[in-house]
C-alpha cells in the first residue's frame, strides 16, 4: 500500500517520516549497489575515475566493485563489446545474483559506435542482456556516469515489489537468465536475443524503390 | 638512419645463393624501397639479415599483410584505381619491418608473396628467426588467410576458433544484419531498403516484420511505471512547469 504523499510531507516537516516497507526496502536496496568488477575498453578508464577521489562513486552508495558476478547486482558494460566477448559477458549477466541492473555506458556499448559497421563487433549489448540505463558518450564523462547511476536509483526507488505492475525481478515466473550466444561461422547465432531486442521498423511506401 | 635495400639486395645475392630476391622501388614520396624474396630460401635470408656482421637486423617489429586480389575481383570490390593491378592471379602479401637495434638502423622493408589467394596462399614461418613473429603470423593467418607453414601454433588469435573467413581480405563480405537506424544514408540505406517494412507487414525479403512498437509488452504498464519518474524528475528540476509560471501577475 502505498503511502499519501501529503501525509509523508506533513509528517515530515514534523520530524517523523512515515514510510513503506516497499519504500524502505527500495531505499536501502538503491544506496547499496554493487557494480561489477569489468571493463571492456577505454570507457573503463572513465569509470575507474568515477571510482576515485576526484569524482568518488562511493558518494552515491555504489563504491565496492566486487571481482565476482555472485557478489555483484549491477553490470557496467564500459567499452566495445566484441562478437568474441559477447558470450562471456551474456554468461557473466546470468551468473549475477537477483535483482540485477545493466547500465550500457559509452557508444559502443549501446550500438557498436564506431565500430557498427565493422564484422568483429556487437552492436549494441541490448541484443543479449535486457539494459536499464543507457549513457551516451564516447567516452562519457564521469558525471555522466554518475548522472546514468543516480537515474537507476530513482528506477530502482519506483520499484513495486508487489502487485501486478511489480519489478521483473519480483515475479518468481520470469526468468533471470537469457540465452548465451554461440559463435557461428559469420556472427554470433542467433545474432540478437528477439525476446528482448525489437528495433522500431520505419513502414515503407510501396512506391520507394 | 634508413638502410639501402640495394646494398643489402647485393649483400644477400653473394651470402645465400639460392636466394632470387628483387628490389622493389618506391616511387612515392617516401622512397622507401624495398626487398622482395622468394619462399624458397625465405628463411635462410632472414637468419643471414639477422646475424650477419654489419647487417644485425636482430628485431622484427611488424609483420603484416596485404591482400592483392586479382584484376576483376579489384573492381568488383572499389579498390581505388590509382593503386596498380597485380598480375592476373592475386596474391596475398606479407610485409616485414626489420631493425637493427645494435646499430641503430630501419626499417628494412622485406616482403614475401605467396602464389595466389586460394590453395597456393603458404610462406614459410619466420617464427624459428624471430620470436616476435609468433602472434603476427597468427593474426595475418586469421585476418588474410596466409597458412605460415612451419608455425608451431598456427591458431587465429582475434575471431573465434569457428569463424570461417578472412575479414581483412578485400572482397570479404560481412554478415546481412541490419539494424534500424532513424536516419539511414548512403550505403546504409541501401541496405535498409532491403530490410524496410511495406505497409502490409512484411519486409520485401519475405521475413515478418519486427513489431511496431519498442517491443514493451504493455505500454500501458510502462506508461504507469514512467510517471512517477517524470513526477520525481519534475520535482527535482529547478524551473517549475510552465502552468505554474503564470501565476504571477
Known sequence: MAVDPDLQETMRRAGVHVTSFEQLIDWGR???????QFGLACCAIEMIAATMARYDMARFGAEVFRPSPRQADLMIVAGTVTKKMAPQVVRLYNQMAEPKYVIAMGACAISGGPFKEGYNVLKGIDRFVPVDIVIPGCPPRPEALLDGLMALQTKIRQEKLLGPNRARHASASIPGDVPVPIFGPHDLEPSANRAIWNPPTIPRKPDVA | MNPEPAVILEQIRA????????LLRN????????????TASAQDVFRFLKTAPGLEFDLLSNLTGTDWPEPATAHSVGVPPEIPPPP????LEVVCHLYSTLRREGPLVVRMRTADRAEGAHLPTLTPVYRSAEFQEREVFDLFGVV??????????????EFHDFPMRRDYVAPDDYEYEPTPHEAVWERAKEHYAVPDGTSETGAPAPPQSLGLADEAACEAACSPLREERDRLSPNPPASDREVTP
Open chain 2, 88 to 91: 592476373a592471379q592475386g596474391f
Open chain 2, 148 to 161: 605460415f607453414e612451419g608455425h608451431p601454433d598456427l591458431r587465429r588469435i582475434l575471431m573465434w576458433d
Open chain 2, 27 to 38: 616511387p612515392g614520396p617516401a622512397g622507401q624501397d624495398s626487398i622482395l624474396l622468394d
Open chain 1, 30 to 36: 538503491s544506496n547499496s549497489l554493487w557494480p561489477l
Open chain 2, 15 to 22: 651470402a645465400v645463393p639460392a636466394a632470387r630476391p628483387v
